[in-house]
T-cell receptor
Framework: GAGVSQSPSNKVTEKGKDVELRCDPI?????LYWYRQRLGQGLEFLIY????????KSGLPSDRFSAERTGESVSTLTIQRTQQEDSAVYLC??????????????FGQGTRLTVV | GEDVEQSLFLSVREGDSSVINCTYT??????LYWYKQEPGAGLQLLTY?????DMKQDQRLTVLLNKKDKHLSLRIADTQTGDSAIYFC????????????FGTGTKLQVIP
């Protein structure tokens, strides 16, 4: 597609329920990133994919968080047993990720998750 | 590993210059970036500099890179209220696989 697409754009869920967030990167981008941004705060790194593998998942805050990527394309971030502190905007970004010099990261508009 | 640090907040008066600073740890960084996030909007690339350059100027923006100290700065001349945003520093490393690492962002508040 033309840009990074995330869905849903907004999600309200009850505490304790599981949620799945989806990211469609730009076609051909091998690198994919997930970040979390709490209200009025900066970016918190969650996980990085190169192709379908995740060489860096150091930012996942707990074992309730998991992510996968298939076909070197779509990625899903799953949060199990959601807690109120999980409320944030979840941002996905993709970049070429190859050794082609400058590789700009393109961001989606994010999924705003509210846990009530 | 990679680490990118920024101060969280900067407040300047309209018309003054703003200087946003960033430090990074990865000596193999090849490109360094500044991204801008306006209120309620996504992150957009503002400018970038290649690691063998010391300075890059683009209209009101000046990027300075001190590779020895691993220090990057973004200067905005004649700061306007429309410059109010969160500014993210990022680095691209090329060790093994290419990965962009972002700082946590500096919130710039421009006072009229």
């Amino acid at each position: 597609g033309a840009g990074v697409s995330q869905s849903p754009s907004n999600k309200v869920t009850e505490k304790g329920k599981d949620v799945e967030l989806r990211c469609d990167p730009i076609s051909g981008h091998t690198a994919l990133y997930w970040y979390r941004q709490r209200l009025g705060q900066g970016l918190e790194f969650l996980i990085y994919f190169q192709g379908n593998s995740a060489p860096d998942k150091s930012g996942l805050p707990s074992d309730r968080f998991s992510a996968e990527r298939t076909g070197e394309s779509v990625s899903t971030l799953t949060i199990q047993r959601t807690q109120q502190e999980d409320s944030a905007v979840y941002l996905c970004a993709s970049s070429l990720g190859q050794d082609l010099g400058n590789t700009e990261a393109f961001f989606g508009q994010g999924t705003r998750l509210t846990v009530v | 590993g990679e680490d990118v640090e920024q101060s969280l907040f900067l407040s300047v008066r309209e018309g003054d210059s703003s200087v946003i600073n960033c430090t990074y740890t990865d000596s193999s960084s090849t490109y360094l970036y500044w991204y801008k996030q306006e209120p309620g909007a996504g992150l957009q690339l503002l400018t970038y500099i290649f690691s063998n350059m010391d300075m890059k100027q683009d209209q009101r923006l000046t990027v300075l890179l001190n590779k020895k100290d691993k220090h990057l700065s973004l200067r905005i001349a004649d700061t306007q209220t429309g410059d109010s945003a969160i500014y993210f520093c990022a680095e691209l490393n090329s060790g093994g696989y290419q990965k962009v690492t972002f700082g946590t962002g500096t919130k710039l508040q421009v006072i009229p």
